[in-house]
């Protein structure tokens, strides 16, 4: 790896993508337009990392960092029919944030991601690395430092909804309860309750266990699936030591017959791997066994812990939701999968197929540009694409892919479906992509959004019936962004709201109309940012601001209202809409933390 010049600075520390360090609760925000009705009384939080630290002698990666919540509350004005949009942002007060905000010296705590993704980096530095990070948390636990580690997780990735409680993830381990709306940080979800909650009247079981195994399977999936009908909370834990993978299912009020699916065994797995998301039908789970590995062996072998092997296929794993002993294994090419969009199931003569649609990527080479790292030669031999992918699954269990292709030819991420809707045969997916460059394009500071999508499955499922497509490398709508763009039609099958110049969004979220008559009748809510306000060296200053925007679904034409937030929101990860339901509806709580 060429060596950095004393100017160098990391891709993910300027512009919009630099943390912010301006602490807001519950500042009122004017706005333009009208808030739809749908909206009053709700939250939207996005979640992402915003490190209270950086050294430019020390690696780092946009994975890295402090979890940090940023929310607008639509408050409901009792005495009138008005809303008043609240901002707030706050970190998320995990061991390590506390630890390092009480004792800055010892942080960076967590060896950085780079670290572990990186080939030219001694052996000899990641263990000393990682031993440094054990000693740490040893010492903490004994009083020796700061305030105790127990847990390693940033919760730094993504926000749900499960049961009363708003659950902040990353896979290092177990969701963290956070209250709405002030966004403060309640404690541990062990699967059974939380830590700051009323102690629960029956205690039931819980994630991992006593002793190093119980430790490492607490590490959950940052995207756990939650049932809108049956209200369960589906998820895996994922480690680097046999069985590898555990599979559990978290029903609503703790239900003593589906308490047993916690921390059962998923067969199949022969190493550790690097999970991010699976697939959840109402009847199927689907795990993606990836050519990604995550295997601290490698380090005498002088190999990078986590490593991508583009020789190797992907795998997936379908079984019935409570059945994981049974899973049925399907080989494809090699290729990675972040973020799966939807799974549902449909009844033929045979039995019950399963189709999946996924963000699928033919490189890796993101993961090693986000720690500002060049991507290995074999990892961007190919034309780099990220599409919306389809997957089906024979329904007589032969361990054949029926079909599997790209539906469009565009770049497609961060995807979102109604979430009243998902696990069933919803028509309408949503999404981000960009009129230039590709979420999987070898620059660094490729996740630059100036497009979000809406596609009509369905359609597009017809076009492929009539036209068969080729397997694998097919690919249905093979129009560029532009060309869609350029046809301006309201019927076409993929619909684009392309934001203006200079101007880039994040991750959606659906938030249904009331009495809607079509699918896609309802709002995207997302964070946007004005680049124009960047100084000359390309730095955002104090005095940038972004803004919430609500657009149409229905049309993807429209603005219907902008909150202007005090301050601006950094490119991150994910978020979610959370209702006034939701927001009323929240377990007790009794203390939160702090960091006194």
């Known amino acids: 790896m060429p060596a950095k010049d004393k100017d160098h600075r990391h891709p993910y520390f300027s512009g919009n993508y630099a943390p912010i360090f301006t602490l807001q609760d519950s500042q009122p925000c004017e706005f333009q337009g009208r808030i739809p009705d749908e909206l009053i009384g709700g939250q939207y939080v996005r979640n992402s990392s915003n490190s209270i630290q950086y050294d430019d002698h020390r690696d780092w990666h946009w994975f890295d960092g402090d979890g940090m919540l ?39 705590i967590l060896t950085s991601v780079s670290t572990l993704i990186n080939p030219w980096v001694s052996p000899l530095r990641v263990f000393l690395d990682i031993l440094r990070c054990m000693t740490l948390v040893f010492a903490s636990i004994f009083g020796f430092v700061a305030r105790p580690i127990r847990r390693l997780s940033t919760a730094n990735t993504n926000i749900l909804y499960h049961d009363g409680r708003a659950l902040a993830t990353n896979e290092t381990g177990p969701p963290m309860r956070i209250y709405l709306p002030s966004l403060q940080t309640v404690g541990w979800f062990n699967g059974s309750n939380a830590e700051g909650e009323p102690p629960a009247e029956i205690p039931g079981p819980f994630f991992g266990g006593p002793g190093v195994d119980g430790f490492l399977n607490e590490m959950t999936t940052a995207h756990p699936h939650v049932d809108p009908q049956s209200g369960e909370l589906i998820l895996f834990h994922t480690t680097f030591t046999y069985p590898f993978v555990h599979y559990s299912i978290v029903s609503p009020g703790w239900s003593l017959k589906l308490g047993r699916f916690l921390n059962q ?19 199927h789970t689907i795990m993606l066994n990836l050519p990604l590995s995550l295997d601290p062996s490698n380090i005498p072998c002088n190999k990078p ?140 500071t490729s996740v630059k959004i100036d497009c979000l999508v809406k596609i009509d499955v369905q359609n597009l499922l017809q076009q492929a019936e009539q036209r068969p497509q080729l397997q694998v490398n097919g690919c249905v709508d093979q129009r560029s962004i532009k060309e869609i763009l350029a046809t301006n039609d309201e019927q076409d099958p993929i619909q684009v709201f392309a934001l203006p110049h200079g101007w880039y969004a994040q991750e959606c979220s659906f938030v249904k109309r009331n009495g809607g008559t079509s699918e896609d009748d309802g709002w995207l809510v997302t964070y946007v940012f004005d680049e124009s306000q960047l100084d000359a060296n390309g730095d955002a200053p104090v005095t940038s601001r972004s803004e919430l925007w609500v657009i149409d679904a229905h049309t993807m034409r429209d603005v219907v209202a902008k909150v202007l937030l005090p301050q601006r929101v950094p490119y991150g990860m994910h978020g979610n809409w959370f209702s006034e339901e939701q927001v009323l509806n929240q377990r007790e709580v009794d203390e939160f933390r702090s960091l006194d």
């Not at 949009?85 to 995990?94: A, C, D, E, H, V």
């Not at 791997?273 to 009847?283: A, E, I, P, T, Y």
């Open 70 to 108: 940023s929310g607008v509350f639509f408050e409901r004005k009792p005495s009138s029919a008005e809303v008043q949009p609240l901002y707030s942002n706050r970190y998320i007060l995990t061991d390590v944030h506390c630890a390092t905000a009480r004792q800055p010296k010892i942080g960076p």
């Open 265 to 283: 065994p998923v067969s199949g797995f022969t190493a550790g791997k690097l999970m991010h998301d699976f697939g959840v039908s109402r009847k």
């Open 305 to 444: 812990v986590v490593q991508y092997d583009p020789h190797c296929p992907t795998r997936f794993g379908v079984f019935d939701r409570y059945c994981p002993a049974q899973i049925q294994w399907y080989e494809t090419e090699a290729c990675c999968i972040l973020h799966t969009v939807n799974s549902w199931d449909e009844t033929v003569t045979q039995g019950t197929r399963v189709h999946m649609l996924v963000c699928r990527m033919n490189s890796i080479a993101p993961l090693y540009h986000m720690g500002d790292l060049d991507a290995p030669r074999e990892a961007t031999t190919q034309e780099p694409e990220c599409r919306l992918y389809y997957y089906r699954f024979p329904a007589d269990k032969s361990n054949q892919i029926t079909e599997q292709w790209a539906l469009s030819a565009i770049p497609f991420e961060f995807p979102r479906v109604p979430p009243h809707l998902e696990m069933g045969a919803t028509r309408f997916v949503y999404g981000c992509s960009m009129t230039e460059g590709n979420f999987v394009a070898t620059h660094k």
